[in-house]
């Protein structure tokens, strides 16, 4: 960027040193603090500096990387905190109760200044040096700092040639500040760090849910001891192609990302080809990229959170992080152990954009449990614990065990979803716990000991028709109990007759819960399913029951009647043969019917070894792996 | 120190009196005498030992005695010695004729000044200089060089032109009118027309206050001694010239609009002063108000013996805003006029026939009885049976004191005889129908005014801190044309709906804007060197597409660098297109006296052409806002006509309040013009297309 040569000339009556420039602070004042990297590290240190002088000077701030000496305990008269989010850096202070924390949707923070709600007496931000018309970039950070410097009253600018110039909605007149203060030193940086093993695992699922050409946002904040898990969502979706990018922040995994390829921006609805942001941490090598790079579009957090901009974006996926769920869906994202831990952000904005887009996907991710072994899943969230995401708009939880779909379900639905996901050690407790909630119905009580999910890899199997339709197999899971009623009800009599030899089959819920709760050792089960609006469809099922006595396994199946002479069950029944080869189950044995021909056909084709023999009508087969 | 010694002194010392009597020290002297005041009067005068009967002392400090008020027939040279020996005898007030002070140029000005800061030293209140002093018929007091003594009456005149003071004298002996005092105020070093006007609120013996000003010192203080004088008793002024301070350069329309009589009319409408056009209505409204109880409504009653002179009347009542009650003929249920023999009834108006007086006093009477009349007209003109004199008493004594009726006598040449009586018995009577209805008007007006609701100003929640940091920073670098883009800024902070948009220094900015924002697109020039952007092509609206926001950006650069190649460009402002709907001007200019005037107007021809505006003082009231668009004359347009619907008024009310409190709140703001102020249906919320405003240039360090 070719900036004004003679800028310190030209402007020469607003320029002042750090310490004549910070002298302007009064006692009582607000100050705002720059964002992130663009923290004004030669302000904040003046001002620190001044601290005996001042009292009651309350720092508004959103985060800042820098490591906020003003937060120190020494200062406590001179500085107040207050934070829209908690970084690091003042979490402590919030958490003794020194400093406040204002709990408040990103969207909303310029409203605030905007309005005249929040009065800023001061602004301490950073920017580029004036290029030939008088403008300056407030580079790597635009978010809030565009409406705190377009309010406050008196605006300090630390005017510094190593800030990157950002393109979009960054630029600021000269003349809409009141005093610079220049200064040639580095940015702050952030190193990332290589993912926790937990986020790749969530990650992956999540990158099941971000097809090619679907624009994404990567939630801020940590979890304790496990990090960013979007970090590692970002790094999972170097396979795709043609994604697009609209999120707050803008980190070095993006760029990563950006060079990989995956990103075109070619396929999103508004500010196609450009990533959208507010604003960026990371190292100089991210910062170098980003400067006067018209791949970017730095946007203040008024256009960039706004739902109604999210929302229209079609196929929006959102990635955000929670720290606690409640079984009924709700999402604790800004308290851990009863403590404020990081903020609401713009987890809010996000997830409901994504959630109205069309085509969009609202994802909290979330690990099973703390690394002590706490479950972050509960039947109830913890005291001091504070709702982000309410349970009306939580859509899709991911952890390391798997994805559950909330939208529109039942409590009780949910509740079995989420108990899947959670982690296996927890999971008959959480059972427990639900039924004494009265989350579900009592009579799972007998389901209990039963609850069992299955190891997802090995069981899983697609199989694609002659008409180019791919089926899905996968174990069976508690949360098909629904789908499962579905089926039942919806098979033919011929059909039923066939599977149960009866002709006045019943299915109570307790058969219908005998379908679904299976331990997948001795009892195996899956289904064949479709994906439909409501989630799976199921079209097929296959099951086999160990009797260890003999190490040979009872199998059976059923599949829907439009669904059938497809080729289905002899898909099925050698997807079940591998399945029970590696248990080490020595064969199959099964009952059908003499009219049920077609299932005669599979046994006696299979290639296997078969032995049958007939009784009463019932055909009694006998086959050997 | 209050002025009540002035008016009501216990002893007059006249410096200055002199034996010859063509000097104003004989005048005042045998003007005291001749009047009958029954207070001690001191000549003072070194050189004679006595005057017209009375001791004349060499000072006042030998007469030995405390004076309350000292006339100082005196030039201005001797004027200031005499105050240092006026302390030393108590003096409560002087009466300063001479002239050479302000009215002369700037040396006069500092004398006068320093005459002032003496007085005001010595704790004694000044009358003038240049001054005719006053009369006071309650305590048979003339202290002026005016003329002889008025009728006693509860009419208070005062002027600041002492030759119009003894106009008024004389108009009032020709009108048989009373008065209470008379009062040439002259160059009010001191005691001003606010302090009168303070003063005659509370005097008892004032019941009318009539006044002629040619300036105001403060109009603070004027509207505020105003109001409280027009809450006790009606005041009525007459105002010539223009300040200089009012003729400055502007650019906007409303200042443009406005000149300073301007501002007076609205400080006049807002402390309730009913404003006089002409010398003579100054009169005219004092007879009536002086005689007559205030209208409770606006429907008003004509009797006349003749068509043509009774539809002259009606025609002016309707003129005036008025309503004509209607007659028989028109009416299903007619003002039953008792013991009448009703000729001829005709259209709206009641003529009679030739009846005589008692019939007329009848048909007052029966007409004062029924509720759907407030006030009643009457119309003479002469016919066989008139008798004018006696029908005028006749009236007079049917008239009960609770509705006004005034008589219009048409060239009824021996009433003149008798109007002294027609006077004394209380019925104000005028030479044409519409100085009558004037009268009625006013009379009207100032009854509304005083059954105003409370004033009670809406307070909006805005953003102040962030038009103080606009205007501020505007002032520190001396930019003090505030152009679209800030001062929809500012507007914006203070609750003001503006289209989204932003300013884009490239063609590809402006594309990704429009973009964001949605098409269509309005694209403007944004340079502080100009400011009309459309007659240089810089504006093009309804842009549709990326392609034409490309193309127009560029042209428009182009254009206006060709134009204009000295014009610094910053970009383009590019933003959605404002709705469709009624455009109006709403906006303000500063008057130095009165402070921010607020003004409405509908866009167009009905400005431009037609200067159909009105304006209101800040700060203004929802109720205040409305009257403003109900008085201009295309208010009809606001509400709707063939078949279109109305726009929302109260929207456009509100937003006169904004600018009301934006510009009470900020002194800085010079001048304001939101043109044009879009307004569309109910409920859609009104949209500034453009704005501008002209701020002060910071004070210079001392």
Redesign the interface.
Known sequence: MDYDANWKETYKDMIKTPKRALSQLQSGHRVFLGTGCGEPTVLVEAMTKIAGNIADVEIVELLTKGNAPYAEKKFASCFKINSFFIGHNVREVIQEGRGDYTPVLMSDIPRLF???QL??DVALIQVTPPDS?G?MSLGVSVDIVKSAA?????VIAQVNPQMPWTRG?S?IDV??L?ILVPADVPLLERESKPPHAISVKIAEFVAGLVPSGSTVEFGLGRIPKVGRIPQAVINALKGKHDLGIHTELITDAIMDLIKSGAVSGNRKS??RGKVVTSFCMGTKELYDFIDDNPLF?FRPTE?VNDSNVIGKQNRMVSINMALEIDLTGQVCSDSEDGFFYSGVGGQVDFNRGAARSEGGRAIITIPSTTTDGKSRINAHLSRGAGVVVSRATVHYVVSEYGVAYLHGKSVQDRTLALISIAHPDHREQLLKDAIKAKFIRQDFVEVEGKFVVAPQDMMKATYLLDTGTKLYFRPIHPTDEPLMRDLLYDLSKETLYYRFMSHNQHFGQREIQNFVYVDHRKDVAIVGTLPEAHGDDIVAVGRYYLDERSNRAEVAFVIRDEWQNKGLGTFMFKHLITLAKASGIAGFTAEVLRDNKRMQAIFNHSGYKVQSSVEEGVYSFRIEF | MSIDKLFNPESIAVVGASRTEDKIGHTILNNLIQGGYEGEIIPVNPAVNELLGLTCYPSLVEYGKDVDLVIMALPSAQVKAVIDECARVNVKAVIVTAIGYCETGREGAVLEQELAELCRRRDIRLLGPNCLGFMNTANNLNASFVGDMPVPGGITAFSQSGVLCSVMLEMTKEKHLGLSKLISVGNKADITGVDILAYLAKDEQTKVIVGYLEDIVSGKNFIKAAEDAANKKPVILLKSGTTQAGVKATISHTGILASADTAYGAAFKRSGVIRAATFESLFDYAAALSMQPLPKGNNVFIITNAGGPGIMAADSVEEAGMNVVEGEAKSSNPIPLQGVSQTNAGNPIQVLGDIDPTGYGNAVKSALGDPRVDSILVVLTPRTMAKPAETAKAIATSMDGVKPVLAVFMGCRNITLSRKEIIEAGLPCYDSPERAVESLKGMGEYAAWKQRPPRSVTRF??????V??ILS?RQR?G?LQLGEVKGKDVLG?YGFHVPEG?LA?SDEEAV?IA??IGFPVAMKIVSPDIVHKSDLGGVFLNVSNPEAVEDYYDLMTLKIHKKVPEARI?GVYVEKMAMKGLEVIIGMTRDPQFGPMLMFGLGGIFVEVMKDVTFHLAPITEQEAIQMLKSTKSYAMLQGRRGQDGVDIAAIASGLQRISQLTTDFPQILELDINPFIVGDFGSEPVVADARMTLAPLPEKQ
Do not use: Q, W
């Open positions: 905007n309005s005249g009065p800023l018309r403008k377009e309010n406050a009253s008196l909605d630029l003349y809409d009141d508004t500010d579009s256009y | 929640k805005v953003n102040r801190r962030r103080e940091r920073r670098t930019m902070a932003a220094s990704e973009e964001r910053h």
